[in-house]
């Protein structure tokens, strides 16, 4: 069958095996943000509706996951934002009664969560990926160029509702525009409102491919380090930097997302460089690069036992 609808499975370091689904036509959306890898939005809009047929999505799933394929995620994410097609609870609706054995993501960039039709027909999803990169309106314009509707208090309320409403995790996307949402003043509204929301995760992103505007930068791996600092002395939840961008130290060139996937294994659970690329499907010589960046940082511990060294992270 040709889907239309379905993209992947992709192998993504944030939701691991991932299957996409991507509910709305490029490219509509109720925010137009200056960063936006999939370009500027040509719709700019807040109205809820079908767009397809749910029969033709969910044939297209039934299709797909008949041979029961491993997928560690199904996704809501493509084109636009997904939360804007009208029928995203019944399609929800249809995976987990029929396939109770998929766990469900929704990336959103939040803007409709303060509409309660919205906020109950993303409930039975697992995992949401909301996004805040501005807590002030002024910052909001600038860099989301929301449609005139949306506010970011409204985006900011939604948030809190979604916390108040939902048992599942929150992993909240921040995206960093150097110069204008990490000037100290908007850090700090952000870093409030984070608190408020109280998301389990907090995650700090940045540009990776051109941008809707040309004059959107990444920022850089130090000003990244310097903001999740920040963040973690004020912050309970944890925050890591999934940015693609990459670290240069001397002769490695890193890739920051991996470098906190590391970082995270081995708090948790002491592991061989020959563990870790295993279970991480990467290049050993990928993650010795990895563990070499990880130890100038001195909370590195190395245990050498029968089956090697043991690598531990310990913060
Ligand atoms: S919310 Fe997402 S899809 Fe919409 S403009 Fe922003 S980055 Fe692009």
């Known amino acids: 069958m040709k889907y239309k609808h379905l993209f992947g499975p992709v192998n993504s370091r944030r939701l691991g095996i991932s299957l996409g689904v991507d509910l709305v036509p490029y490219k509509y959306c109720p925010l137009n943000c200056v960063y936006c890898e999939i370009q500027s ?6 109205t809820r509706r079908e767009f397809f047929s749910p029969a033709e999505i969910m044939t297209e ?40 054995e998929y766990k469900l993501a929704l990336l959103t960039n939040g803007a409709l969560l303060s509409d309660p039709d919205v906020l109950e027909a993303v409930l039975p999803c697992d995992l949401i990926l909301p996004s805040l990169d501005a807590a002030s309106d002024d910052v909001y314009q600038k860099v989301n160029r929301p449609h005139p509707d949306l506010t970011a208090q409204g985006l900011i309320a939604g948030l809190k509702r979604l916390r108040t409403a939902y048992n599942g995790d ?25 608190r408020e929301i109280n998301p389990n995760l907090v ?12 004059w959107v930068e990444a920022a850089s791996p130090e000003r990244l380090k310097e903001i999740r600092k920040y963040m973690r002395e004020t912050l309970p939840m944890p925050v ?3 940015a693609k961008i990459k670290y240069q130290t001397g002769m490695n060139v890193l890739d920051a997302e991996l470098v906190e996937l590391i970082r ?4 948790r659970r ?11 499907d990467i290049h050993i010589n990928e ?18 036992k029968e089956r090697g060294v043991f690598y531990r992270w310990i913060a």
């Open 41 to 46: 939005t040509t719709h700019l809009e807040t």
């Open 61 to 100: 799933l039934d299709s797909f996951l008949k041979s029961k394929p491993h997928l560690d995620y199904i996704t809501f994410s493509g084109a636009g934002e997904p939360t804007l097609n009208s029928s995203i609870g019944e399609v929800i609706h249809h995976i987990k009664s029929r396939y109770p």
């Open 203 to 214: 995650q700090l992103n940045s540009l990776d491919r051109p941008g809707a505007e040309d």
């Open 170 to 194: 929150i992993w909240l996307e921040v995206f960093i525009v150097p110069g204008i949402t990490d000037t100290p003043s908007e850090l700090e509204l952000l870093r409030d409102a984070i």
């Open 240 to 242: 890591e930097i999934i």
């Open 264 to 267: 995270g294994t081995i708090t």
């Open 287 to 304: 993650i010795s690069k990895v563990l070499r960046e990880l130890n100038t940082e001195g909370k590195l511990y190395a245990e050498r």
């Open 270 to 280: 002491p592991s061989t460089a020959e563990d870790l690329a295993a279970n991480l």
